[in-house]
């Protein structure tokens, strides 16, 4: 069963960094793409960054240029770093896995981490 366990979540001051890391528990799979999502109080979960088994990277607009999403493949690993941070950052941080073993495929979901910037 595929389990992704998330790292990293905590608390900072605007203009801060925190990174974040999410390891997929399952090695019978690929996992492509990986990434993150976020969702605020009364919002909608929105993409935040996802990222290819070859390195190819999606950065939603309003963190482009200041996070980095980053992974580790052999170990099925994905890093989100995140600088200058900002108020608006604020929300549960949910990183995603898309588990694919030849034509199937699912989608997983860690249970959240909690992001807090305040200014």
């Known amino acids: 069963q595929v389990q992704l366990v998330e790292s990293g979540g905590g608390w900072v001051q605007a203009g801060g960094s925190l990174a974040l890391s999410c390891a997929a528990s399952?090695?019978?799979?690929?996992?492509?793409?990986m990434g993150w999502y976020r969702q605020a109080p009364g919002k909608q979960r929105e993409l935040v960054a996802r990222?290819?088994?070859?390195?190819?990277?999606t950065y939603a607009d309003s963190v482009k240029g200041r996070f980095t999403i980053s992974r580790d493949n052999a170990k099925n690993t994905v890093l989100l770093q995140m600088n200058s941070l900002k108020p608006e950052d604020t929300a549960v941080y949910y990183c995603?896995?898309?588990?694919?073993?030849?034509?199937?495929?699912?989608?997983?979901w860690g249970q959240g981490t909690q992001v807090t910037v305040s200014s």
């Open positions: 990222i290819t088994s070859g390195g190819r990277t």
């Open positions: 399952a090695s019978s799979f690929s996992f492509n793409p």
């Open positions: 995603y896995a898309n588990a694919v073993a030849g034509p199937w495929s699912q989608e997983y």
